[in-house]
């Protein structure tokens, strides 16, 4: 079955102070990893998509790399505006995508 | 509307009750994926959608739950005889194809259940 560990769970920063949030997998065949920001009361809205080791996608002050056990989303210099929920999930051979639990980013100004 | 659209957005019901979730999504996206987000828990996958068939209903927590979609397009989740373990977030998502490049799902704001 696959399985999708985020650390930490929680992350509290202060505004311009650079850090890493952390997916760990176990997956059968990967066809994607993925990353959602999700904001209170709001469904998940998709930020990257990762297909292959060694791969990086980069979109403002975020950026995913991907290894073949695990991939990070860094923040770089945060404003509160990236306060939110940032949740990680893998997609196998059976098109679903698995969930992990999120990390919940605080940026304090 | 460009994005998935979900309703009800919010539904309050009495244990035991009947309730019917919709979801319209984005135009064109052959892909639809139920998933339940309960408070403070990651989010779990309910059913997928091929156009109108479903390949996968393994999320299906019991048979008091079903799932259709019409035309290649709407579904409905239905939940029968509601109990309050069924309070949740319910989340729709599309996506244009299932799996690989452009596998990417698009969520809707989701519809809050809440029976008493």
């Known amino acids: 079955e696959d399985q999708v560990t985020q650390s930490p769970e929680a992350l509290r920063l202060q505004e311009g102070e650079s850090s890493s949030l952390n997916c760990s997998y176990t997956?059968?065949?990967?066809?994607?990893l993925f990353w959602y920001r999700q904001d209170p009361g709001k469904g998940p809205e998709f930020l990257f998509t990762l297909y292959s080791a060694g791969e990086e996608k980069e979109k403002e002050r975020l950026k995913a790399t991907l290894t073949k056990k695990e991939s990070f989303l860094h923040i770089t210099a945060p404003k509160p505006e990236d306060s939110a929920t940032y949740l990680c999930?893998?997609?196998?051979?059976?098109?679903?995508?698995?969930f992990g639990a999120g990390t919940t980013v605080t940026v304090r100004a | 509307g460009a994005g998935v659209s979900q309703s009800p957005s919010n539904k309050v019901t009495e244990k035991g009750k009947d309730v019917e979730l919709r979801c319209d999504p984005i135009?064109?996206?052959?892909?639809l994926y139920w998933y339940r987000q309960s408070l403070g828990q990651g989010l779990e996958f309910l059913i997928y959608f091929q156009g109108n068939s479903a390949p996968d209903k393994s999320g299906l927590p019991s048979d008091r739950f079903s799932a259709e979609r019409t035309g290649g397009s709407v579904s409905t989740l239905t939940i029968q005889r509601t109990q309050q373990e069924d309070s949740a977030v319910y989340l729709c998502?599309?996506?244009?194809?299932?799996?690989?490049?452009?596998?990417?799902?698009?969520f809707g704001e989701g519809s809050r259940l809440t029976v008493l």
């Open positions: 997956v059968s065949g990967l066809r994607g």
């Open positions: 135009s064109g996206h052959t892909a």
């Open positions: 998502a599309s996506s244009l194809v299932a799996g690989g490049p452009y596998g990417e799902l698009f």
């Open positions: 999930a893998v997609q196998a051979n059976d098109y679903k995508l698995s």
